[in-house]
T-cell receptor, first 115, second 113 residues
Framework: EPEVTQTPSHQVTQMGQEVILRCVPI?????FYWYRQILGQKVEFLVS????????KSEIFDDQFSVERPDGSNFTLKIRSTKLEDSAMYFC?????????????FGSGTRLTVV | EDQVTQSPEALRLQEGESSSLNCSYT??????LFWYRQDPGKGPEFLFT???AGEEKEKERLKATLTKKESFLHITAPKPEDSATYLC??????????????FGTGTLLAVQP
């Protein structure tokens, strides 16, 4: 069964450092997402990406965050200057189409710890 | 404001003891309701999508139902391996640009042998 792959599984970084979280979505999917889950809290929407541009972003997704699809397979989330409150599980998801019976497939996540 | 609420927050069952989890929602632009299973330290694993009131879907010991305001996940004769957090998420869409999931806080299910 096709999977969404995320690397690394765990990243520890110092406050103020830049991090890049990587995702390989399912190959024929067209819509890409980043969600995050702070420990003990809800899974929260960060950003959606389609046709090489951001479709929508949440209030959390400020100027410190950026996304990129540098080639036909990778989808990255960059945090420019990490803060302690950025510590969370970050999930990448992809979807074939919107509407209809098309589910979101999530990766296993990257646990980001900012110290 | 779009909101998804799950209850109970935690549920402990004996093996074989059937029960139901609830997901209530107040959203506009609903385009589907999803149930996911999440194991500790893992990503959400897709279980079901429901689109219209009255719809039901089943998979092994799980059955999901949908009304206009809530969804239930019924677990029949659960086994210890069903222990996980069960997440409900509604897919909302406004016009053509917005397509995203709004999650509830989840129900932590523990099934004891």
């Amino acid at each position: 069964e096709p999977e969404v792959t995320q690397t690394p599984s765990h990243q520890v970084t110092q406050m103020g450092q830049e991090v890049i979280l990587r995702c390989v979505p399912i190959s024929n999917h067209l819509y890409f997402y980043w969600y995050r889950q702070i420990l003990g809290q809800k899974v929260e929407f960060l950003v959606s990406f389609y046709n090489n541009e951001i479709s929508e972003k949440s209030e959390i997704f400020d100027d410190q965050f950026s996304v990129e699809r540098p080639d036909g397979s990778n989808f990255t989330l960059k945090i420019r200057s990490t803060k302690l409150e950025d510590s969370a599980m970050y999930f990448c998801a992809s979807r074939l189409k919107t509407g209809g019976n098309y589910g979101y497939t999530f990766g296993s996540g990257t646990r980001l710890t900012v110290v | 404001e779009d909101q998804v609420t799950q209850s109970p927050e935690a549920l402990r069952l004996q093996e074989g003891e059937s029960s139901s989890l609830n997901c209530s929602y107040t959203v506009s632009g609903l385009r589907g309701l999803f149930w996911y299973r999440q194991d500790p330290g893992k990503g959400p694993e897709f279980l079901f999508t429901l689109y219209s009131a009255g719809e039901e879907k089943e998979k092994e010991r799980l059955k999901a139902t949908l009304t206009k305001k809530e969804s239930f996940l019924h677990i029949t004769a659960p086994k210890p391996e069903d222990s996980a957090t069960y997440l409900c998420a509604v897919h909302i869409s406004y016009g053509g640009a917005t397509n995203k999931l709004i999650f509830g806080t989840g129900t932590l299910l523990a099934v004891q042998p």
